[in-house]
């Protein structure tokens, strides 16, 4: 299967920071890419499908300005949360559409 | 787009005994159904699929069954084993997008 790693595994910011977190496929070229987010105890929640060199289709009710998408090459994909506020803070996953779904191991955004 | 739901969301079980947990979906087109495994401050980990064509599907212990008029389909787990617990999703893939269901708990008491 694909092997997805995310950068960094661990962020605190302070609000009104903007954050990047990196998720690269390291074995397979991945032309979609997709970023969840999860709070806890609750389900992932596909915020969107993120595609190599084009625009990002985001999910109804995620903002688009807020969470910046950037699919500039078939093993990278960013996504960058502008202005981060505490409400912000989650586990945000990304994944590989390969033969199924391979995960990355998940950053976890902090912001006070 | 598809909804998918999940029960039930925590299950506790003896070692040994066996644990079901249902999903049922809303969208037809929905053609391959995995699920996945997440354990604490972990990735989730795929552990068994099974696509619209196929009506179960099993790996050792665990089984996949799928019931498309219905539109649900549910995971068995046998002889379960403490390192079985963790917190079980359910997806449905739809247009190249998987949605998950809200999670089942799992506690396998020894």
């Known amino acids: 299967g694909a092997v997805v790693s995310q950068h960094p595994s661990w962020v605190i910011c302070k609000s009104g920071t903007s954050v990047k977190i990196e998720c690269r496929s390291l074995?397979?070229?991945?032309?979609?890419m997709f970023w969840y987010r999860q709070f806890p105890k609750q389900s992932l929640m596909l915020m969107a499908t993120?595609?190599?060199?084009?625009?990002?289709?985001?999910e109804q009710g995620v903002e688009k300005d807020k969470f910046l998408i950037n699919h500039a090459s078939l093993t990278l994909s960013t996504l960058t949360v502008t202005s981060a506020h505490p409400e912000d803070s989650s586990f945000y996953i990304c994944s590989v559409r390969a033969e199924t779904q391979y995960f990355g191991p998940g950053t976890r955004l902090l912001v006070l | 787009g598809e909804n998918v739901e999940q029960h039930p969301s925590t299950l506790s079980v003896q070692e040994g005994d066996s644990a079901v947990i249902k999903c049922t979906y809303s969208?037809?087109?929905?053609?391959?159904f995995p699920w996945y495994k997440q354990e604490l401050g972990k990735r989730p980990q795929l552990i068994i699929d099974i696509r619209s064509n196929v009506g179960e599907k099993k790996d050792q212990r665990i089984a996949v069954t799928l019931n498309k008029t219905a539109k649900h389909f549910s995971l068995h787990i046998t002889e379960t084993q403490p390192e079985d617990s963790a917190v079980y999703f359910c997806a449905a893939n739809n247009f190249n997008k998987f949605y998950f269901g809200s999670g089942t708990k799992l506690n396998v008491k020894p």
């Open positions: 074995d397979f070229q991945a032309t979609t």
């Open positions: 993120s595609n190599e060199g084009s625009k990002a289709t985001y």
């Open positions: 969208d037809s087109a929905s053609n391959y």
